[in-house]
């Protein structure tokens, strides 16, 4: 009976730790439409995706926004592509990647 | 009538001539994006994280882009290690290559920034999942040129496939052209022709083993740059890492992070040390 109970214990606890890392942002993030908005200051193509995530960069939790397009006369199978990782506290952009 | 037709013609050349002037004066660098530096020319450390096989595209395009009157690039061997991510280290370029997949692209360049818009790190990755395909095989030498050119602060020239060749790797053909052309170099002493009240980039010592590089360009404001906290070479020799040889007042030491990149600090010592 104990160790069912200490079990129990241990169960709440992982859920309660898991819950607290999946929760949603915190009320100072910028949301994901923002660092959209931030991000598309970097395109130079019109975008048939965009894409925004939440991870972490260099230690500082960011919204890493990719777009991808199609050139005029781009080979099969190539997408331009552009990475924009924003601060999700401050909203700068503090990394980019592109094709 | 004839003065009709004259005046279309005379119009006609004038758009021409005005097109072909905005042509070659455009403007293509990648946003406010370049590295900060108190002088110029300065070197950038290129640290090869490539297999043997891409040895002469990196070397050419290092090559290509020192022509530039305002930077020179160095290349150090690199591990081969962690080229998923491709970290580089602070105030240095590094490139990669992997089969990375059939992502949609053939080439990536990434940088960071510092809170001044200056780059700190830059990096390039070469998809060997095309690039090592026969339809992509003319491809390579230009590719590697482009993203090291996007790490120096370069967008595209162009970015249409089926337009006239600008014969720039900035410019957008089926194969890219393999090298920079005039109006690069020119678009990057526009970029650097001021300068800037500290150094985001670092330079290491060269890879010949003759010493007498300079330790570092460093000197970003703390935490800023390529001043963050944690990073090398410091002024003690314990972060050196292991000495590799002294000649004379000249010593040589290297310092391997886990992720296999090498830092090389080179040291002239004082009189009598």
Redesign the interface.
Known sequence: MIPLRRFTLLCLALLTSVAATCAGPSSNEISRERAIEIARSQLSFSPDTIDATRTDSGGRNVWRVTFRGRLPGQPPGLFETLIVEVDRITGEIIGIART | MLKSSFTRVLFGAVVAALALVASLSADHS??P?QWARQANPFTLTVVDSTTVDWDDEVTNSVRDWSVSSVLDMRKVEGSTDGARQCKPPSGQIRICNLTYG????????????D?NGHITTGYTKLNDSYLNSASYSSWRQGVVCQEVG?DIGL??QD????NDPLKSCMD?Q?PLWPTPNAHDYDQLEAIYAHLDSYNSYVTLGETDGEGGGDSGGCNAPPGKGCNKLGFGPGNSQSEWGISLGRRGRHEKFIRIDADGTRHITFVTWADGH
């Open positions: 990648w946003g994006y059939f992502v949609g692209w053939v080439g990536l360049a990434g940088i960071t920034i809170p996007h967008d595209h970015e249409d496939f089926d957008y089926d």
